[in-house]
């Protein structure tokens, strides 16, 4: 079955998370991984310059534009957000020996991160309560992720109620901190100082390499310092209904110290139809990959 069963359905419902689920043979996903890294450095027609805003590579690299509509993930994001899909989004999230781990999070509208005066939200929602979610994420790991390499990390059912305000603005730390949102103080944005959430149902989210999982970004999540000698690597793709209007009036990002100007950007139609026709859309890669789609 390549759709998720009621128990999934209901097991995402009352923790905003479910999986993982195998996608690539263990031995493949690093190999796929090493492919995406050739194709990136070689491309032709990078969607931006910045080597700090790590967002939309599948956007050039053919490797990434093909996973992002493996009918292993879209069938699965059906039985949650619908059967007409855009992925808007991708990230990289790589975790070196060493590196501390990613502080509790909580968004929707993708406001986090923006230094203009007043915060815009990537994504704006014209339709509410048609699915289980507005928005999801498919989280792969491209090596073995394990709590001791920095594995994500949720707070079961928090997708259920705000602990954040994402609307507040954030000041970038150079200097970071030992445990912070990428420089970000996102403790700064609690709703209640004195909610701590590792008191909370934490579930580390360990996976093999080949596996994902899908989250809301509502659920409140992290990730744990990698304590290893291993590298952790993962790829996030991001998925809405196409009743969602994707950065209406943002045309720029400015993120974690650099900023890349949004002309490249474009959504990719992975299932269905769009017959709401508020998002530009990209049928082929800059590189000229043709994106799959599941009709």
């Known amino acids: 079955m390549l759709g998720l069963t009621d128990q999934e359905i209901e097991f995402f419902n009352a923790n905003g998370f479910v999986g993982p689920f195998d996608l690539y043979a263990p031995e493949e996903a690093p190999l796929r991984w090493n492919q995406a890294l050739i194709e990136m450095v070689v491309s032709q027609h990078k969607p931006h310059n910045s080597t700090v805003i790590n967002y939309d590579r599948h956007l050039d690299c053919d490797t990434l534009s093909a996973h992002i509509s493996r009918p292993e ?10 059967d007409d899909i855009l992925c808007w989004k991708s990230n990289i999230f790589k975790k070196d020996p060493g590196d501390t781990g990613t502080g ?10 923006e230094t203009t005066t007043s915060a815009t939200p990537s994504l704006t929602f014209t339709e509410h309560g048609r699915f289980h979610a507005n928005e999801l994420t498919a989280w792969t790991a491209m090596s ?22 994402e609307n507040k603005q954030l000041v970038l730390n150079q200097e970071g901190a030992s445990k912070d949102f990428f420089g970000y103080d996102y403790a700064e944005l609690k709703l209640d100082q004195e909610w701590n959430p590792d008191q909370e149902n934490v579930v580390n989210m360990e996976m093999k390499a080949g596996q994902f999982v899908l989250f809301t970004e509502k659920c409140v999540h992290g990730s744990l310092p990698n304590v290893s000698d291993a590298t952790r690597m993962g790829y ?22 650099d900023s890349i100007d949004l002309g490249y950007h474009g959504c990719v139609l992975v299932s269905g139809e769009d017959e709401y026709g508020y998002n530009r859309l990209h049928q082929r890669s800059l590189n000229g990959f043709e994106f799959g789609r599941i009709g």
């Open 73 to 82: 993930i879209i069938w699965k994001l059906r039985s949650l957000i619908g």
């Open 104 to 113: 509790w999070h909580q968004v929707e509208t993708f406001i986090v991160g």
């Open 144 to 165: 073995d992720v394990r709590a001791e390499n920095g594995c994500l990390r949720f707070v079961a059912g928090s997708h259920k109620r705000w602990y954040y305000d």
């Open 236 to 257: 996030a793709s991001r998925y809405v209904p196409p009743s969602v209007k994707v950065y209406e009036n943002v045309a720029k990002l400015e993120e974690f110290g």
